[in-house]
């Protein structure tokens, strides 16, 4: 039997739908159910698959309140659970105010004519992280996304017409550092300045799918148990930047910023860890499960259900309400 990860704790944010549409991004929420269908598989990361564990916002759910919401959870969590292991993940948006320089996560339920008094500010995203008293804690920003990402190309030609006092940017170095203050924080980000944040394909974006890759133990040694946000930082460093340049001739750089040291973010093929040929045995199973992930994913409510897996289970989550078989 596989070992649970019962330790971790996550909030994955796809802000996908926008309540102003030309900022819908469709693809985020793929990525965070595809990172949660990893994280909950009993062979892959081991996550307790309950909402005492895994909270996931996409669309209508992830609203500026609905973050706070969550990382407050977290910060429950981690006051309850001295051993606990939290892991939050952003993808949409990642704006700057270029007269004030402040910097904006642009959540679902943005008013685009008050735009800096109603979007996520990183000061509030900020504080809000800071309350959360673990000693391992990832964060994971992926919001600086590339035309391809939004809902069309003249969709998103309107946006920089629209809001032309903003810019789309990664996080700078020193939002970065006001992230990770605390013990035992560490910051990754999909891209750094105004580099974009590419698509792989329908699926996922570059960065999910090679998070996913090393989720399965891209970057670990043979008999290796467990990944750790080193094996994460090393694999993508690697890897993100070789495909955005092979599929888009484009500059994409992760950024991690892990002064804090190194922890285990998950278990490696739940507890089996890799064989004695490591990653290059497993490499195309990995790519299949991938491929396969998050294809019966589907969310309603609060609550993400494998549809496959219903039959198999008493009680499961449909909208808010938990159903019993």
């Known amino acids: 039997m596989a070992d649970k990860f ?4 996550a909030l ?15 693809v985020t929420v793929k990525d965070t159910q595809a990172i949660y269908a990893a994280l ?22 992830a609203t500026r309140q ?24 952003y993808s949409g948006h990642g704006w700057v105010d270029k007269t004030t320089s402040r910097y904006y996560l642009l959540q679902h339920d943005i008013k685009p004519t008050k735009l800096a008094s109603s979007a996520l500010a990183a000061e509030t995203f900020t504080d809000a992280l800071r309350q959360i008293r673990s000693e391992r804690l990832l964060v994971v920003i ?15 030609i309107e946006l920089l ?6 810019e789309r940017v990664a996080p700078s170095k020193g939002l970065i550092d006001d992230l990770k203050q605390g013990k035992g924080r560490v910051v990754f980000t999909s891209s750094e300045g105004e580099q974009k944040s590419w ?6 974006s570059i960065y999910t799918y090679y998070f996913l890759e090393a989720l399965q133990g891209a970057a670990n040694k043979p ?24 599929l888009y001739g484009a500059e994409q750089t992760p950024h991690f910023d892990m002064d804090a040291g190194d922890f285990v973010i998950a278990q490696l093929r739940g507890g089996k860890g890799l064989p004695a040929k490591g990653w290059e045995e497993v490499q195309p199973q990995a790519t299949q499960k991938i491929n396969q992930i998050a294809q019966n994913i589907q969310q309603y409510g609060r609550y993400i259900t494998n549809i496959n897996e219903v039959r198999d289970v008493q009680n499961f989550h449909i909208g808010d309400v938990i159903h019993n078989n």
């Open 66 to 89: 609905g973050i706070l919401d969550g990382l407050n959870w977290l910060k429950e969590k981690a006051n309850t659970d001295p051993s606990a292991t939290v892991f939050v993940y």
């Open 199 to 204: 698509i792989k394909d329908e699926s996922n």
């Open 6 to 9: 019962t330790h971790g704790y």
């Open 40 to 61: 909950i598989d009993p062979e892959l990361c081991a996550y307790p698959d309950d909402k005492e564990h895994i909270r996931v916002l996409n669309n209508q759910e």
């Open 142 to 156: 992926d919001s600086c996304h590339a035309a391809g990402m939004a809902t069309s190309k003249e969709a998103d």
């Open 161 to 166: 017409e629209e809001f032309d006092d903003f």
């Open 223 to 246: 008999g290796d148990t467990e990944v750790k946000v080193s094996n994460l930082m090393n694999y993508l460093s690697k890897a993100v930047p070789e495909s955005a340049l092979q």
């Open 12 to 26: 994955l944010i796809g802000v996908g739908e926008s309540a102003y549409s030309k900022l819908s991004l469709p």
